[in-house]
């Protein structure tokens, strides 16, 4: 029998299919996922739990017409697949490929790009009001995990939507988890709302029998409807949604498709703000994934048969998660914060050790910065790992609330730097540039798991004020034998004559790989390596440019606001004249693809940054040969 999937090149195909078709569209579907996903990695368990959501979604809506945005956007695989992009899939979250996420330059059907949680409602209540401006007619519907509701902007939205009754679909994709299981309020309250799913099937059929009943009809319409109303408030748990102005239809079985599809109907007639919540299971139809969703939710290449995730090695944020244990075994008032990713920042063990000590905000990095500074304030010292992309969201809590006071907050800033094949969204390529720029705030960077066990023990145990470590994702290891971290001091690592690299974090091993490249063309470059970011130890700095007279500075980071430019800043105001390089990511967003690639791309490999230097130094030579 043929491939029902072969068939569907865009949503229109959807349309045509029976019920049965349409599931056995959905068992191909997760065949598909798995088949793939396993050879490219990728966010595997949140697909195999929307398969029948997007199907049914895609049967119903007229995309690209009507418009849906994905929150976060990890779970946007199988929109793509059916919406003409299944022939790609090989080239998933590949240079050049296929995005892991949303991406309006990718296809009409994505309307808006998407990477971080709690977004979605924001944005679909503008699309919305700017589809009322113009006088349209177009359904746009936002689709959320329960896991967004543990974030505050959400909230906002919501309340702006239902106070202003703006016609708008939203779909919550209730699984229980984020990355790692949610806690809070919000997700207890989800489980307990039972609401029989034949219900508002069966309130459209009275309403269009009594809408035919002349006079009388809208009025028994009107009366059942607020007996209806009171009862169930007597009966059954008040919805957080249906206070905030939206018609609450669910919990709906996310694997129903027959089910769905008729939700769907029904919110389409409706003109008002619906919310649908959708019960589904993470990883649904690979058991697997059922089993440990969490390790299928963001998973490298994978053995699809047995289910066999290749051990990846040690890592920064594992060798943090260790020494944290460690240090907080000596010193009971160490206390660690996550936003919902106890696993993907190394929290794991701390969490099992110390369950006193740990605290799970979830997807509220703006709640857990001032949180942590509260804890700070109260004589505790806080670690709150983040990824740097999720760090941004709480930029001004870290600066208003923790920097501003000088609070003792440690900030491990994982996956800083480029981290390769989730794009756009997620490079941590800004957290020099903004963190550089607060008062009181220190940052450091290391090249090695020593240096990161050193640096986290400076920062826990001496260190006053706030203090962020910046690490990348993976285990890049530097090249030189170790020195003990000095907080401040500055490092060199090879000796030369002819150009002074300065450097930091991974980046050390790019310089190493560069001054090899010189060497064989007769230049003698010295590799410095600066640990401590800011506040920069000046006097050094000018020591190691004044003994070569040319600087070249490599970091893992934007150049604008970057460790480049603040040493050209100490270079200018110290008046030292000298020929001066940094080499950085532009201010342009840096898409998907491994690090090595992005760093060809962008001229940041040592064989451009050798060229460049060798340019550099005999353009000098000239110069001084002329005069």
Request: aromatic share 8%.
């Amino acid at each position: 029998m043929d491939k029902m999937l072969e068939t569907i090149q865009a949503p229109s195909d959807v349309k045509r299919l029976s019920i049965r078709e349409l599931k056995q569209l959905c068992s191909e579907i997760r065949e598909f996922l798995i088949e793939n996903v396993s050879k490219t990695g990728g966010h595997l368990a949140s697909n195999l739990g929307v398969v029948e959501l997007t199907v049914a979604l895609e049967r119903v809506f007229n995309f690209p017409d009507d418009k849906i945005i994905f929150d976060v956007g990890h779970q946007a695989y199988v929109h793509k697949i059916l919406t003409g992009r299944r022939d790609m899939f090989g080239t998933l979250r590949k240079f050049g490929g296929l995005s892991g996420f949303p991406k309006r330059s990718e296809s009409e059907y994505d309307v808006f790009d998407t990477g971080h949680s709690s977004t979605s409602v924001s944005a679909a209540l503008g699309m919305a009001r700017a589809r009322d401006l113009d006088g349209g007619k177009s359904n746009i519907i936002a689709l959320f995990g329960d896991g967004a509701l543990t974030g505050g902007e959400i909230y906002e939205a919501l309340n702006d939507a239902g106070h202003t009754k703006t016609p708008l679909i939203l779909v919550l994709n209730d699984n229980t988890m984020s990355i790692s299981k949610n806690v809070g309020a919000v997700s207890r309250h989800l489980r307990n709302i039972r609401i029989n799913r034949l219900y508002f099937r069966s309130k459209r059929h009275v309403s269009n029998f009594l809408d035919h009943i002349p006079i009388a009809g809208k009025w028994i319409r009107y009366m059942i409807e607020k007996v209806k109303t009171w009862i169930r408030r007597k009966v059954l748990p008040t919805t957080l949604f249906e206070d905030m102005g939206f018609k609450y239809i669910g919990p709906v079985n996310g694997h129903d498709i027959r089910s769905l599809i008729a939700c769907f109907e029904y919110a389409k007639s409706e003109r008002k703000p619906v919310l649908i919540h959708v019960k589904t299971v993470k990883g649904k139809g690979y058991a697997a994934a059922e089993k440990h969703p969490e390790c299928f939710h963001g998973v490298g290449a994978f053995d699809p048969l047995t289910g066999e995730i290749p051990p990846s090695g040690e890592s920064y944020s594992s060798r943090f998660g260790k020494k944290l244990v460690e240090l907080a075994e000596r010193n009971r008032k160490i206390t660690a914060i996550t936003c919902a990713m106890p696993d993907g920042t190394g929290l794991i063990g701390f969490s099992k050790k110390f369950k006193d000590r740990f605290f799970d905000v979830g997807i509220a990095e703006q709640h857990g910065v001032t949180f942590a500074a509260g804890m700070a304030a109260a004589g505790y010292t806080p670690v709150i790992p983040l990824y740097s992309t999720f760090l941004q969201r709480a930029y001004d809590q870290t600066l208003h609330d923790v920097c501003l006071q000088d609070l003792h907050v440690v900030f491990p800033v994982d996956r800083a730097g480029i981290v390769g094949a989730d794009g756009e969204t997620h490079q941590g390529i800004y957290d020099l540039s903004y963190l550089s720029a607060m008062p009181n705030m220190t940052v450091l960077s290391p090249s090695s798991f020593e240096q990161l066990d050193d640096m986290l023990e400076y920062a826990v145990n001496v260190h006053k004020g706030p203090i962020a470590i910046r690490y990348p994702r993976g285990g890049t290891q530097s090249p030189y034998p170790y020195e003990r971290f000095v907080p401040n001091a500055v490092y060199t690592k090879k000796n030369g004559k002819d150009v002074t690299i300065l450097t930091l974090g991974r980046m050390l091993l790019r310089a190493a790989e560069t001054e090899k490249i010189l060497k064989c063309h007769g230049i003698s470059a010295e590799i410095t390596e600066v640990p401590t970011m800011h506040p920069l130890n000046s006097a050094a700095i000018i020591a190691a440019a004044m003994k070569t007279g040319c600087v070249v500075t490599i970091e893992d980071n934007v150049r604008s606001g970057g460790f480049g430019e603040h040493i050209a800043d100490i270079l200018a105001e110290n008046g030292v004249h000298c020929g001066f390089k940094a080499f950085g990511f532009p201010l342009t967003p840096i898409e998907h693809g491994s690090v090595d690639e992005l760093d060809k791309k962008y001229g940041m490999d040592a064989d451009t940054i050798a060229k460049t230097i060798i340019k550099m130094i005999r353009k000098n030579q000239n110069g001084k040969d002329q005069t």
